[in-house]
Structures are given as C-alpha cells and as structure tokens.
T-cell receptor
Framework: GDSVTQKQGQVTLSEDDFLFINCTYSTTTYPTLFWYVQYPGQGPQLLLK?????NKGISRGFEATYDKGTTSFHLQKASVQESDSAVYFCALHYSGTYQRFGTGTKLQVVP | NAGVIQTPRHKVTGKGQEATLWCEPISGHSAVFWYRQTIVQGLEFLTY????????DSGMPKERFSAQMPNQSHSTLKIQSTQPQDSAVYLC??????????FGAGTRLSVL
C-alpha cells in the first residue's frame, strides 16, 4: 500500500549547518506531498506542500523537491538555527483519502 | 481565527473508564480528521468526516472507539473502557477540500 518512510529518527546539528532529512514514498500514482513541523505542545503545522504541477516547495528557508524518479521528497535547509529545533514529518495525500505520515525526524540544533 | 480547538488539553482516566475528547474545527472547513500520536507508532489515522458525514473509519479500533460529528462546529471522539495502551496524544485536524491539514494542539490522554 501507499506509505512514507523517514529513516532518520533524530538529527543533531550545530547552528549554520546544512540540514537534509530523507523521505521516500511508495505509491503507484503521484500524490501531493507535504512537510509538517511540530513544536513541543503543539500539533503539526504545514511547512510546505508540493504537487506534481509545481515539483518544488520553498518556505521559511526550507526546500523540498518532488522526485518521481527516486520517489523521494527530501527536506533541505542551507543553514539551520536553534529555533528550527522541532519534529519534522513527511506526508502524502491523495484526494478523497486521509494523509499518511512518516514516523517523524526530531531535529535538535545546538548553538 | 482561533484555529482548531481541542478540549480538554489533558485527561487522566482510570482503567475501564470512559473518555470523551472534543474538537472544534476551523469555521468553513469541510473535513475533520482524528489522529493518534505515540512515540512508538507516530501519527496514526483514526477516522475522518466530510461535511459531517463519516467517510473513513478504517483506523479506529472497532470495539471501544467511536467518533461523531453532530454539527459542523464540533466533533467528538469517545473511548469506552479505556486501557493503558490508549494513552496517547489525540489530534484533531480540519481542512478545506481535504488538502492542507490544520491541527489542534491535541488532547493528551493518560490511562492509569
């Protein structure tokens, strides 16, 4: 069935480091892909969304590209800040169904 | 816009008791979703409504869980005879046309 895989459970970086969080998906068609971010005590909130029409999403310095060839949707940021510390979820969605989430990647940025 | 409101924020129940969780979606949003979040399982889909009608409850444990949406302004998730394994954060989300999900802060359920 359709699924999303995030293999990195936790990532620790220093400020100004480059961020790369891996997300791959398994599907027979082309869903809409999302990255959500969750801060402590809050629900996940949208970080960026990408459809097959636009292929790339950019928000708050984060970027993700829809790669149909490798069925990947990795999240990147050139220079992380301590305020980026949070849990990041990749998700996929088909119209008429619910969103399926990856297991999340906890990012800790140390000053 | 206050966003999705979930009450209570924390609920503690004894094993075997009933728990009712409330969700007020964003006004105008046509779809409401319930997810359960645990460290081990991550974000698990439970059920969702579109225009108040139940559409998919494939994630709901059948025996003790039920969800309703009696009007467009609120949905409830009821857990009967709560068990320790039901302890989790229950998240409600609403969306327009089932696109981007807007989550509430969640209800943390602790079953002792």
């Amino acid at each position: 069935g359709d699924s999303v895989t995030q293999k990195q459970g936790q990532v620790t970086l220093s400020e100004d480091d480059f961020l790369f969080i891996n997300c791959t998906y398994s599907t027979t068609t082309y869903p809409t892909l999302f990255w959500y971010v969750q801060y402590p005590g809050q629900g996940p909130q949208l970080l960026l969304k990408v459809t097959t029409a636009n292929n790339k999403g950019i928000s708050r310095g984060f970027e993700a590209t829809y790669d149909k060839g490798t069925t990947s949707f990795h999240l990147q940021k050139a220079s992380v800040q301590e305020s980026d510390s949070a849990v990041y979820f990749c998700a996929l969605h088909y119209s008429g169904t619910y969103q399926r989430f990856g297991t999340g990647t906890k990012l800790q940025v140390v000053p | 816009n206050a966003g999705v409101i979930q009450t209570p924020r924390h609920k503690v129940t004894g094993k075997g008791q009933e728990a009712t969780l409330w969700c007020e979606p964003i006004s105008g949003h046509s779809a409401v979703f319930w997810y359960r979040q645990t460290i081990v399982q991550g974000l698990e889909f439970l059920t969702y409504f579109r225009n108040q009608a139940p559409i998919d409850d494939s994630g709901m444990p059948k025996e003790r869980f039920s969800a309703q949406m009696p009007n467009q302004s609120h949905s409830t998730l009821k857990i009967q005879s709560t068990q320790p394994q039901d302890s989790a954060v229950y998240l409600c989300a609403s969306s327009l046309c089932q696109n981007t999900l807007y989550f509430g802060a969640g209800t943390r359920l602790s079953v002792l």
